[in-house]
């Protein structure tokens, strides 16, 4: 059989874009290298904006809401600030959320082989001949979502797009009650930590944004948790990668797409990848229909999408984010205090603002390292 379109990565892009597929009547295999259901290293934040993109209820995937959220300098001079009149912040756990989004691909048709790497691909003529540890599978399109450390980038041809570290802690925390998110700055250089409830347990994550490869960051987790007061040597710490926006870039070559981590989209303010690894698999998904159609011009218009789409709002996020990760004290006692600062993050993660919405005000400060309205 030949596939109208093969997509390579079960994560949020591969998922979204095998469903949205599946649901405009186009033959989909999914393939993803691991058995599902499986862990992702992920803090685990889903902006509630992303149900806009599909017609199911997310509930089952979720496994807290959150509708406050927290800050401290270095553990320190804290914030605390509701999100009135906004949808709470959804915090999942990969592992579900992910798999969630697979059933959903699978009950509009698509196919899924779990636990399938490829090992390579080749163009031929028509149509991607894409090889497997199992049996080699054709599609007359190919979407790479297969993350931000996956191969089909390099194979494609794609230009390499530079990587950071991120970490993720673990912790069992049974009996949580409707606690806060929360975000430290100061105790990691040129980046923050986070820490956000489930249902029983916590997720602790550390990331960087400009600089080296930034600390030991498995270790700053540790620490973190300790002096939090929570029982880090019961949690497990795992490391993962981190594909940060970093400039529009062509997402199109012959009969093919990049979606997801894999595409380098990630939000370089706040790492911020979920929404927009659906958001890349959602227009992807269209993309190839439109392709499929007999459109001549729908592959590249998608790299044009994204760019205009995504890309244009996320200069301002990296230009934010290099002022305050420059000076972050100053752009947390000016800027994360200031009362409306915890409404513009939210608003921006729920899609009711961007960041170019915050931009002049942001850079008329950057002087002075004072940068309103971001957490």
Request: hydrophobic share 40%.
């Amino acid at each position: 059989m030949v596939f109208d379109c093969i997509v390579v990565g079960a994560g949020p892009a591969g998922a979204a874009a095998a469903y949205h597929l599946a649901q405009r009547g186009r033959s989909v295999l999914l393939l993803e290298k691991h058995a599902l259901p499986r862990y992702k290293p992920c803090a685990g934040g889903v902006s509630p904006a992303i149900a806009q993109w599909f017609d199911f209820d997310f509930s089952p995937a979720i496994a807290q809401k959150v509708d406050s959220i927290g800050y401290t300098w270095k553990l320190e001079d804290p914030v605390s600030a509701k999100l009135d009149n906004l949808e709470p912040m959804w915090m999942v756990q990969r592992d579900v959320f992910d798999h969630f989004l697979v059933k959903q691909a699978q009950q509009q048709g698509a196919e899924l082989r779990d636990n399938t790497a490829v090992t390579g691909i080749e163009f031929k003529g028509d149509r991607w001949l894409v090889k497997t540890v199992g049996e080699p599978v054709e599609g007359r399109y190919l979407i790479a979502a297969d993350g931000a450390e996956g191969p089909m980038a390099k194979w494609l041809g794609f230009k390499d797009s530079k990587v950071r570290p991120g970490a993720v802690l673990e912790i069992p925390m049974p009996g949580l009650d409707q606690p806060d998110a929360k975000f430290e700055f100061g105790l990691l250089k040129n980046g923050y930590l986070s820490t956000f409830p489930k249902q029983q347990s916590y997720s602790i994550a550390a990331a960087t944004f400009r600089g080296g490869d930034g600390d030991d960051l498995q270790k700053s987790l540790l620490d973190y948790a300790a002096k939090s007061g929570l029982n880090a040597s019961a949690g497990k710490t795992y490391s993962h990668a981190l594909r940060l926006w970093d400039g529009n870039q062509k997402l199109h070559t012959q009969n093919a797409l990049l979606a997801g981590e894999a595409a380098a989209i990630v939000d370089p303010l706040i790492a911020e990848g979920v929404r927009p690894s659906i958001f890349t698999g959602v227009k992807a998904a269209a993309a190839i229909d439109q392709a499929l159609g007999g459109n001549g011009n729908a592959l590249e218009d998608y790299t044009r999408i994204i760019a205009e789409e995504w890309g244009a709002d996320m200069v301002w996020a990296q230009r934010i984010a290099g002022a305050f990760y420059r000076f972050p004290g100053l752009g947390y006692k000016q800027g994360i205090k200031r009362p409306a600062a915890t409404r513009y993050f939210a608003q921006i993660l729920c899609g009711q603002m961007s960041y170019s919405d915050i931009a002049s005000t942001a850079m008329k400060r950057l002087s002075g390292g004072l940068i309103p309205g971001m957490g």
